[in-house]
């Protein structure tokens, strides 16, 4: 991650230690579970992206309290959708960044519950946020209800699930379905920043069309990353994807066509950047960190 995101990654995180119940409160189980999943690890890539979009959009000190609750609240979303993914129903995963995976330190009924608990406090954080305007804060709630629910990731996972063992699934359907399932809480993740500074229309609308090619871009690196990954450093198993039969972009393209297409998807993000300057060089350097990483 590049220094500004694990800045952000690092403040996220002690905001979500001092807001999460803690394990001591009942119920204890679920409330330790909770905290496994969120406080586990991870590189806080959404709420990076809820900053380093309300930093584009011009966003100053006043606004960034408002802007760390709903990245705040975005982590929780990716949290939950972890767990559930990681269930043996779906998924299967033993870890999940380089440690066991909730169902595996507390078991499947609390992991569903844990997950659920995550889901629906991240719309409790988001709709206590000090929004200025009661409009604007429906409004981020709905961004955010979009990008996780049927529409967005969680009929992406439905759509996974569906190709998942199917035989090996054409272009337009893989593209799809990352689209929903990765790219939409992506997109929800900027357009709060976005909000949460105040932008108007056309500036939220420039931040979506990032999110896209962002998406895509990032999709096809996990993609790379779970055929030549190196596991210690990815936190979780490798060759997961080909085991389950799913079909990636790696099927697609091949792993160095697979990057090239990452690659593209990250210009094509930057050149979305332009009405924002330089304040948009935190985005751009997230899209860039996207490419060359290895976890």
């Known amino acids: 991650m590049t220094p500004a995101a694990l800045a952000a990654g690092r403040e996220v995180e002690r905001l979500l230690d001092r807001r999460l119940p803690p394990a001591e409160e009942p119920p204890e189980r679920l409330h330790a579970a ?12 959404r709420p990076a992206l809820v900053l380093a979009a309300h930093a584009a959009a011009g966003g100053g000190t006043d606004t960034r309290p408002l802007a760390l609750e709903a990245a705040a609240a975005v982590e ?32 499947e009924a609390t992991a569903v519950l844990a997950g659920d608990a995550l889901l629906t406090l991240a719309f409790e954080w988001l709709a206590r946020a000090p929004w200025p305007d009661a409009r604007v804060g429906l409004r981020a709630v709905r961004e955010l209800a979009e990008g996780a629910g049927h529409a967005g990731m969680v009929g992406g996972q439905q759509l996974d699930l569906d190709l998942t063992g199917a035989g090996r699934a054409d272009e337009a359907d893989v593209h799809a379905m990352h689209r929903m399932k990765t790219g939409a809480l992506f997109r929800a993740s900027v357009v ?49 994807d080909r085991t389950a039969g799913k079909t990636t972009f790696v ?44 976890h």
């Open 192 to 240: 709060l920043g976005g909000l949460a500074a105040g932008l108007p229309e056309d500036g939220l609308s420039a931040l979506a069309a990032f999110a896209r090619p962002f998406g895509l871009a990032f999709q096809a690196i996990d993609d790379v990353l779970d055929v030549v990954g190196d596991a210690a450093r990815l936190g979780k198993d490798v060759g997961a």
């Open 251 to 294: 099927d697609l393209y091949g792993v160095d066509g697979a990057r090239r297409r990452a690659r593209a998807a990250v210009e094509e993000a930057i050149s979305c950047l332009a009405p924002f300057g330089e304040r948009a060089a935190g985005l751009a350097e997230l899209a860039r960190f996207v490419i060359d990483r290895d």
């Open 76 to 107: 929780l979303v990716h949290a939950y959708s972890l767990v559930h993914d990681d269930l043996p129903a779906m998924d299967d995963a033993d870890t999940r960044h380089g440690l066991p995976a909730v169902h595996r330190a507390f078991g």
């Open 34 to 45: 909770m905290r496994h999943a969120v406080l586990g690890g991870g590189k806080r890539l």
